[in-house]
């Protein structure tokens, strides 16, 4: 049973910056492309980063390209996402996610952690 949990979302002021992370259990980590991806109330599911099993490939949707970095730590089952310059329009609740490809959402995703951004 894989689980995934999320967490470092909150309120900040457009301009600032949060750190995700999200820990996975039940599976062999270092084995998986992990991601994540956002919604936000009334939208569809965007997809914002993904990283490959060995970090050494990244992807980022352009609306986030420059501002964001997913990284991960095999050691620690970890992934992170670095959000920088956040912008009101980031605001959605943020799910991570295991076994997809860099750019699709995988079959496992955590619970979310909020991320509101105000103007």
């Known amino acids: 049973q894989v689980q995934l949990v999320e967490s470092g979302g909150g309120l900040v002021q457009a301009g600032g910056s949060l750190r995700l992370s999200c820990v996975a259990s039940?599976?062999?980590?270092?084995?998986?492309?992990m991601g994540w991806f956002r919604q936000a109330p009334g939208k569809e599911r965007d997809i914002v980063a993904g990283?490959?099993?060995?970090?050494?490939?990244?992807y980022y949707a352009d609306s986030v390209k420059g501002r964001f970095t997913i990284s991960r730590d095999n050691s620690k089952n970890t992934v992170y996402l670095e959000m920088n310059s956040l912008k009101p329009e980031d605001t959605a609740v943020y799910y991570c996610?295991?076994?997809?490809?860099?750019?699709?959402?995988?079959?496992?995703r955590g619970q979310g952690t909020q991320v509101t951004v105000s103007s």
């Open positions: 996610n295991l076994g997809g490809s860099l750019a699709t959402i995988g079959p496992y």
């Open positions: 039940g599976r062999t980590f270092s084995a998986f492309n």
């Open positions: 990283i490959s099993w060995s970090g050494a490939s990244t």
